[in-house]
Each structure stands twice: as structure tokens, then as C-alpha cells.
């Protein structure tokens, strides 16, 4: 039986396939002018996306390779169709992507990720008004009190680290004018952001996050990448 | 061949303990360009996956660190059960 399906994992500016590259299912990565763009595929005869780590690993391993050779568009996992399907599609949006390659043409991006140096508090214990770990149980009579007193305390320490978590960004931001941001993304973060930035200055948003450890004691500031530019295509508000 | 089969939790939940993972999930799953919504939102166990890791961020004390070393920039991502290794590698964080 033909190989029918494709999945596609970026648009690039390279015209050439990208060395001896494996993708999903151990299939060879290929790039083809497809729909007015070039396109970074592999071909398959059937293919189950499970969102596997493993998938998902060698979905970013094929995007980074195509970064590499050149701008790279990424494309949401899952992007498995027939090839006269993807390149309709692509078709429809070449001039979109064609404007994402341009805009992202050699940068990166850079994420930011800030979580709260306290135990104690919400974003990284629980939800609000969730009861912290190791509290003792309230007892008869002054539960009411309790939860004021949590309640009070949370807010504080929430407040802090809140502050604390947009200094960070807004210092990195002042390096890296194109960003995005997140606030309370997911139970735990307080913040996270991505910035696109030229490769040499991945080294410059290293050392200000080091100089940020230092003095903003309240959070915790995880700095990753570099990645494909993720966070900056697919027609967002930039 | 199904690739069905390649979905383990047990796999996913180690992966966790690399908080950079999340950061990979959220690009792919979150970010990128959306040819066509109806199939990227029909992959199987996605959600799945995706609340799982978010679900352990909160427990990883493990801070990571970008590599700001320019040369393994170069290098391509290895795929690896213990997570990104490569041009992502992650360096433990100091303090």
C-alpha cells in the first residue's frame, strides 16, 4: 500500500532535505515545495499520534534540525493529513507562513518560566483555599479564624512573588522587545513568558535572569531554550 | 504500525521530573501553526498528556538552567528516555 498520509512538522526557508533526519515512526524526514512553501515531512503509510514523549521528542528534534538549516515555521503537533490536503492548506496560508519565516529568520525563542520560592504559597502547594501541606487540621470552633488567617497569608506571599515574577519579565523583556506572557498559565507557575531574540543573545538573557536570582529571593526563574520560535507564528498579535 | 502503542504513562511521568519537558508539551501542544483545527484537536490522548505534566509541575523541585553554551546550540536534540539532551540540554541550577 502507498505511503499516503504525511505528517508535517515546519515550513522552512531550506530547499533541501535536512541530512539524514528521522522523524515520527522512525520515517525520513523530507522538504518539499508544497502549496508555494517548503515543507519538512515525513511520509507514512499509518500513523497513530498518541502526544507519546517519544512523538513529541522527535517532533521538536525535526523541528530544531530545521531551524537549524534556516527559518523554521513549527507547526502544531498533529499535523497529519493527505498530501493534497497539506498542501491545500498550505496553499491557503503560504503568504501567512511566508511572512512568519521572514519575521523569525534568525532568532530563537527563550521561555521564561517563574514559580514562587515559597512553600507556602498557593501557586505551589495547590489551588487557593486549598489547605496547605502540613497545616494541622482546624479544629471545632475556630475554623472560621483559620481560614481567614491562610487566607491572609496566602494573599501576601501571593502578592510578593507576583511582583516579583513581572520585574523578572519585564527586565528580560527590555532585552528582547518581541515577548509574550503568560500570567498563572498553569496551577504552580506564576508566570511564564518567550522571547525571540537573535542567537547571540541567548547568552545576554543568561546572565540578566543570573543578576535577577540574586536579588528577587521570592521566586524561582527557570530560563529554557533555545526553541524554535513556537510562541511567534500562526498569525498572533505581534 | 500503530504508534498508539508508544503512549506510556510510566515514560511520560519520569520524562516530568524534567521540568523542560513541560515546556516542550506547552510549544507543541499549545503554540505553532494550526493548519487545520479539527485534526490537531482529534489527536488521541493528547489532553491526556498534557494535564498530566501540568498536574506534576507543581511537585518538580528541579530547576533547570538553559545551556548558554553557543556550540551545542549546533548539536541536534537527542531523543532520550531522561529527557532533551542536545541543544536544549538543561543545566542544574546553581543555589
Redesign the interface.
Known amino acids: 500500500m502507498a505511503e499516503s498520509l504525511v505528517y508535517?512538522y515546519a515550513?522552512t526557508d531550506a530547499a533541501h532535505d535536512l541530512g539524514d533526519?528521522r522523524g515520527?515512526?522512525d520515517a525520513p524526514v523530507l522538504v518539499r515545495f508544497l502549496g508555494g512553501v517548503h515543507a519538512a515531512l515525513s511520509r507514512h503509510r499509518?500513523?497513530?499520534?498518541?502526544?507519546?514523549?517519544?512523538?513529541?521528542?522527535?517532533?521538536?528534534?525535526v523541528t530544531?534540525?530545521a531551524m537549524?538549516h534556516g527559518s523554521a515555521?513549527?507547526?502544531?503537533?498533529?499535523?497529519?493529513?493527505e498530501e493534497d490536503?497539506?498542501a491545500a492548506?498550505?496553499a491557503q496560508?503560504a503568504e501567512e507562513?511566508r511572512a512568519?519565516l521572514h519575521f523569525v529568520r534568525g532568532r530563537?525563542e527563550?521561555?521564561l518560566?517563574v514559580?514562587s520560592a515559597s512553600t507556602e504559597d498557593p501557586?505551589?502547594?495547590?489551588s487557593p483555599g486549598r489547605m496547605p501541606r502540613g497545616d494541622p487540621a482546624p479544629q471545632p470552633g475556630d475554623g472560621r479564624e483559620h481560614m481567614r488567617r491562610l487566607q491572609r497569608r496566602e494573599r501576601e506571599s501571593t502578592s510578593a512573588s507576583e511582583l516579583a515574577a513581572d520585574r523578572c519579565h519585564e527586565r528580560l523583556a527590555q532585552h528582547a522587545p518581541t515577548h509574550r506572557l503568560w500570567r498563572r498559565?498553569?496551577?504552580?507557575?506564576l508566570l511564564?513568558a518567550a522571547y525571540l531574540v537573535e542567537?547571540?543573545q541567548?547568552?545576554e538573557l543568561?546572565a540578566v535572569v543570573d543578576e535577577l536570582?540574586r536579588h528577587e529571593t521570592t521566586v524561582?526563574?527557570?530560563?529554557?531554550?533555545?526553541?524554535?520560535p513556537?510562541?511567534f507564528?500562526?498569525?498572533i498579535d505581534r | 504500525?500503530?504508534?498508539?502503542d508508544?503512549?506510556?504513562e510510566e515514560?511520560?511521568l519520569d520524562?516530568a521530573g524534567d521540568?523542560?519537558?513541560v515546556?516542550?508539551?506547552?510549544?507543541?501542544?499549545d503554540?505553532?501553526?494550526?493548519?487545520?483545527a479539527e485534526?490537531?484537536?482529534?489527536?488521541?490522548?493528547?489532553d491526556?498528556?498534557?494535564v498530566s505534566l501540568?498536574?506534576l509541575?507543581?511537585?518538580s523541585d528541579r530547576?533547570?538552567?538553559?545551556s548558554?553554551d553557543?556550540s551545542r546550540?549546533?548539536e541536534?536534540?537527542?531523543?532520550t528516555?531522561e529527557g532533551?539532551t542536545g541543544?536544549?540540554a538543561?543545566l542544574p541550577?546553581?543555589?
Request: contains cysteine; positive net charge; hydrophobic residues 50%.
Open positions: 508535517c515550513v533526519l515520527l515512526d499509518d500513523l497513530v499520534l498518541g502526544a507519546s514523549t517519544d512523538q513529541l521528542l522527535r517532533c521538536a528534534a530544531d534540525s537549524e515555521v513549527p507547526l502544531r503537533f498533529g499535523t497529519l493529513m490536503q497539506l492548506l498550505l496560508r507562513l512568519d530563537v527563550v521561555g518560566r514559580t501557586a505551589t502547594v495547590g498559565p498553569r496551577e504552580g507557575v511564564t542567537r547571540a541567548v547568552d543568561a536570582e524561582r526563574l527557570a530560563l529554557t531554550g533555545p526553541w524554535a513556537y510562541s507564528v500562526g498569525g | 504500525m500503530s504508534m498508539r508508544g503512549f506510556n515514560s511520560v520524562l521540568a523542560t519537558v515546556d516542550l508539551v506547552d510549544r507543541l501542544l503554540r505553532g501553526v494550526v493548519l487545520a485534526i490537531t484537536l482529534a489527536v488521541a490522548d493528547v491526556l498528556v498534557h501540568r498536574a509541575l507543581g511537585t530547576a533547570l538552567r538553559m548558554a553557543p546550540d549546533r541536534p536534540a537527542t531523543l528516555t532533551l541543544s536544549r538543561p541550577r546553581h543555589g
